[in-house]
C-alpha cells in the first residue's frame, strides 16, 4: 500500500468515527431529551380526580365571582404531560377547559397549553421558576378585541391531595389576582 493511500485510509477511517461518535452523542442527547425525569415527578400529586372551586374577579374592584367543577387529570404519552379536563359553570354558563403541561427537559422549564369554550384560541405558557412546591409561569393570550394579554400564573402542590393555580395580570396600571381555583381530590 503507497503511502498516499494509507493516509487517505487513516483519514478516512478517522472521519468514519467521528461521524459514529456524533451520532451517538446525537442518540444520547435525544434519549436524555425524551424522557421523564424528576421534572415530571413534581406533577404526580396533580394527577387524579379533583372537585374545584373557582373565583373569578374580571378587573380590580369588581366583586368575585365563585364557582364549582370538577378536574380529571391524567398522564399522556407514555408519562410526559399530564392532560387536564375541567368542566363546570362560569358567569352563568357551562364552561370546560383543557390543559397539557409537561416538564421540557431541554429547556428545564414546564410548559404546556390551555384552551377552552370560552374562545377559539390557545394560551401558552412557560415556567420562570419552579420547585417542588410551586411552579410559577408566564402565560400569553389574545382578549377578543386581539390584544395580547400576558398573565403571571402560581400553581401550588400543597399535598398529594390540593393545589391551587392563581393567574395574576395588569389592568390600569394595578396588578391583581383574576382567577384562583382550588383543587381538592375526591
Known sequence: MTMKKATRLKTATKAKKKADNSIEAMMAAWQKAMTPAEGHKRLEPTVGKFKAKTTFVMQPGDPPQTSDGTSENRWILEGRFVEQLYRGMSMGMPFEGRCYMGFDNVQQKYVGSWMDTFGTGIMHFASTKASAKEIVAV??????????????????????????????TKMKGKRFRTMLVEYTRT
Open 139 to 168: 402565560a400569553q393570550a389574545w382578549d377578543p378585541t386581539g390584544k395580547k394579554i400576558v398573565f403571571d400564573t402560581i400553581t401550588k402542590i400543597k399535598d398529594k391531595n390540593r393545589h391551587t393555580y392563581e393567574m395574576w
